[in-house]
């Protein structure tokens, strides 16, 4: 409870603050499309590998929701050459650990392994980019499995459901507004055509970043990548379009009453700019709302929580890594029932404050202190560079801009944050929502 | 990002041995230490023992309520002065109440290490436990108990704890009720605090780029003055582990299903000969009997799991799934038969060859961060595992035999001890 969920954001390394690289990433892009990544970290013998495709949710076509995600689950069905289990058996076997994710904007697959089966665990993930064997059936019984997922996401809790819904108003045009795991009735129509057609269509060498971190050498990296992937051919380019959402002219307020909740939860999601658009100004965004309610240190929590005793929680966050739009979400407990006008209107009033006279060059500079430090913790383990940097490029960064981010970050001041702050609590583009019993 | 910071630091003897250095400070305080210069970070793991079911019964929940209370404020900082120093200092800290034990965890960048090291002092051994302190952190656990319930799946975790652990104190909800948060003032706060945080209970492990010098001085200088009592705190033995099935009803489209067995304590002649056929029955991720039978076979659930929760003195082993209404009993049946299976026929050669392979390989994936290691050295000698444990680790799993593994299996796995708590609204067999 007092620990506020933990969100990914960017963070990088400098040590020392002159414009050194922060991860010293070395690229290479092979003929057939694929770019290859590798962050050298000789600390211990374990590398990550993480492949990430440039496609989420994002491109799958209007009625078929959950296909990306779907085709996530049945990646790790087996190939001709690896069949059923084998790939996760093998890494299992060596002591590894595995898994994937599916956003809107891209799909990704990591495993952390013991550095001498660097070579085996290529070949896998190179495998199963065009080799993957399906039948009816695993389709079939893989569907039921990705109901129940969404059953335990979605269909049982009441605070997902707004979520939901909120996002579908705050983005009625663009695939933002669909849930990644998808619709049900939409799920349950899927087929193993749906699924082959998807597969073959976008899981090409051009789509993917193949990130390796840790025990890894560059040299030793690339002529392993070449051997298993030289082979595979790109498919032609789907064309895949660019859908962006009208301002919203209503304000929207939606309430979900459930008989099991206990505790009135209000949220707010707001559109807001992305890194893509401008990464300057996300920073400052970022620092802006972190002043404001980020942690239990924030503006709004001193406010609520500690002085006028309102909420017995209040928070938000910025998430602007994404192709499009990115969002910003606030929360608050109430300690006792309120209406959502009214607790929209009390934060209204203290962002207003906030941007006026509480946002001090003080506190910024403080911020900006703690974003440092977190990139320099960001750099204790392997899996995290690989994260940042995957993530980052898959949204359409380049590497460059990474390796400069902390250029962008000094050059930050109180004006521009007051600036960004300003720009999206001035605009309609958001949705309240509110859970209660 | 220069290359420089990236020294290969570890030396191993074999891959899964990390060397560490026993160290014992002027004031006599004892620790595990492994320096790392790879990067510029300290982490220090520790735990003192008791936790959770040192509560009593009438003020349940102070042990997770002091430790919530740990970050705000000292007898000479506000809270908000004390979090702004942290982040002023790149120190964390964080403090989480178990059921055994409270464990902490502090970091810090090496060059702001002295005053990290005298905030982190001063936090634990001068908290402030203002009464308007108190009373904000406890609005926000009971919206937190609130919000708890209509969580399918924590609302079943809580009430698998009140019916399975039965008379025994484990089945308290650790963040109590808000009765009894009602119970507790701030002259209990500081007693429980002096009674938990003493010397006799203390574990520490630290990796990071600090001298054993320097390193020394600071354990003083945060742990050194703390009290020594004779009363060493154990937990009771779980005797009264309840059997068969219980049903709390809920409007859910999806129920939730926990169950429990008995275990073994962590330090038992046998645990390993366990974790490794849990780890063949639900514990192996992608490659369990559990997992390859309901969900990649059957689709019943997205997840299906068991783990072994092994504390000192005993253990049991836990479990869990969600799944469709329609499909809870076909689902419970299931276990059932994996539990019968393993019971009857045991592991076979291959499952145990795979289990030993994962837990040798495994192993080095403690070592990619200070912290993952820190907590490593803490753990070993919670569980007294041994000086030697990284040597004898890898000698202590290969010497496992099939027929010793399948004696351990058949002697504790026993169809008829299981328990289930059903959460939601399973429709009747």
């Known amino acids: 409870m007092k620990k506020v969920g933990f969100f990914l954001t960017l963070v990088f390394f400098c040590f020392e603050s002159e414009s050194k690289k922060i991860f010293n990433a070395k690229s290479h892009k092979f003929d057939n499309g694929l770019r290859l990544i590798v962050v050298e970290n000789p600390r211990a013998p374990i590398v990550a590998q993480m492949i990430w495709y440039n496609f989420g949710s994002n491109i799958e076509e209007r009625g078929k929701s959950g296909l990306a995600h779907f085709m996530e689950h049945l990646m790790f069905k087996g190939s001709k050459k690896f069949p059923e289990n084998y790939f996760s058996n093998f890494l299992s076997k060596i002591g590894g650990s595995e898994n994937a994710f599916t956003s809107y904007d891209y799909t990704a697959y990591y495993q952390t392994f013991p550095s001498n089966h660097i070579e085996k665990m290529i070949e896998l993930e190179a495998d199963r980019m065009k080799n993957l064997t399906l039948t009816k059936k695993n389709v079939e019984t893989e569907k039921k499995v990705i109901l129940e997922e969404r059953f335990q996401r979605v269909e049982s809790d009441p605070s997902s459901q707004l979520d939901e819904s909120m996002r579908s108003i705050l983005f009625p045009n663009n695939y933002y507004g669909r849930p990644i795991i998808g619709w049900k009735h939409e799920i349950e129509n899927l087929t193993y055509n749906d699924v082959m057609d998807f597969y073959k269509k976008f899981y090409s060498p051009d789509n993917a970043i193949l990130v390796l971190s840790g025990d890894v050498k560059f040299s030793n990296a690339k002529k392993l990548v070449r051997k298993y992937y030289e082979n595979i051919t790109k498919t032609k380019k789907k064309k895949i379009v660019d859908l962006s959402d009208p301002d919203l002219k209503t304000s929207t307020n939606v309430e979900l009453k459930h008989q099991n909740v206990k505790q009135q939860i209000w949220k707010r999601i707001h559109r807001a700019k992305s890194y893509n658009q401008s990464i300057s100004q996300s920073i400052a965004l970022d620092l802006g709302m972190k002043i404001l309610a980020g942690g239990t240190s924030s503006i709004l929590y001193d406010e609520f929580v500690n002085k006028q005793k309102i909420f017995s929680m209040i928070g938000g966050f910025y998430q602007g890594l994404a192709k499009g739009d990115g969002y910003i979400y606030f929360y608050a407990i109430p300690n006792k029932e309120m209406s959502q006008n009214e607790i929209s209107r009390l934060l209204d009033e203290q962002i207003e404050k906030a941007i006026n006279e509480k946002i001090s060059k003080k506190k910024l500079e403080l911020e900006k202190k703690k974003y440092y430090y977190d990139s320099i913790y960001g750099m204790d383990g392997i899996l995290k560079p690989a994260e940042i940097i995957g993530e980052a490029l898959t949204i359409g960064l380049k590497l460059r801009d990474i390796e400069d981010w902390n250029k962008k970050l000094e050059k930050i001041d109180l004006e521009m944050v007051k600036k960004e702050l300003k720009e999206f609590s001035d605009n309609n583009n958001f949705v309240t929502g509110s859970l209660k019993n | ?429």
Do not use: C
Not at chain 2, 243 to 267: C, D, M, Y
């Open chain 2, 1 to 429: 990002m220069k290359l420089l910071f990236f020294i290969l630091i570890f030396y191993f003897q074999s891959i899964n041995a990390l060397e560490y250095k026993k160290l014992q400070t002027s004031k006599g305080i004892k620790f595990w230490f492994v320096q790392d210069k790879s990067i510029p970070i300290v982490s220090v793991s520790f735990s003192f023992g008791g936790g959770s079911s040192l509560d009593s019964k009438e003020k349940n929940g102070i042990s997770n309520l002091m430790t919530s209370m740990m970050d705000e404020g000292t007898t000479n900082l506000t809270s908000n002065e004390l979090k702004n120093l942290m982040k002023e200092n790149g120190m964390k800290l964080n403090f989480s109440s178990q059921r055994d034990r409270i464990n902490g965890n502090f970091q810090t960048i090496s060059s702001q290490i002295l005053k990290s090291f005298e905030l982190f002092s001063e936090v634990l051994n001068h908290p402030k436990f203002d009464e308007k302190d108190i009373n904000k952190i406890k609005r926000q656990i009971i919206s937190s108990i609130k919000i708890d319930e209509s969580d399918i799946s924590t609302l079943a975790s809580n009430k698998f704890n009140q019916f399975f652990f039965d008379q025994h104190n484990f089945s308290e909800n650790t963040k109590g009720s808000i009765k009894s948060l009602n119970n507790i003032n701030r002259e209990d706060l500081i007693k429980f605090h002096k009674k938990v945080f003493q010397k006799q209970n203390l574990i520490i492990g630290v990796a990071g780029n600090v001298n054993e010098k320097n390193i020394k001085e600071f354990i003083d200088l945060v742990f050194g003055d703390l009290n020594n009592y004779d009363e060493i705190l154990k937990i009771k033995k779980f005797e009264t582990l309840a059997k068969g099935e219980r049903i709390h009803k809920i409007k859910t489209p999806q129920t939730s299903v926990l169950f429990g067995h008995p275990g073994l304590a962590r330090n038992n002649e046998n645990f390993f000969a366990l974790r490794i056929a849990n780890y063949i029955l639900g514990g192996g991720g992608f490659q369990s009997r559990l997992y390859k039978n309901i969900r990649e076979k059957k689709g019943l659930v997205y997840s299906v799991y068991s783990y072994l929760l092994s504390f000192e003195s005993d253990g049991v082993i836990v479990g869990g799934f969600q799944t469709r209404n329609k499909s809870v009993y076909e689902t419970v049946e299931s276990v059932k038969n994996e539990w019968k299976k393993i019971q009857k026929k045991g592991i076979t050669k291959t499952e145990l060859e795979n289990a030993k392979a994962y837990y040798n390989g495994s192993f080095t994936r403690n070592f990619t961060s200070t912290l993952s290691i820190a907590r490593l050295l803490q753990i070993v000698q919670y569980y007294k595992l041994g000086d030697n444990y990284f040597q004898e680790r890898e000698k202590i799993i290969n010497s496992l035999s099939l027929e010793k593994v399948n004696q351990v299996v058949s002697n504790l796995f026993d169809g008829k001890k299981l328990f289930f708590m059903i959460v939601g609204e399973p429709e009747e067999k």
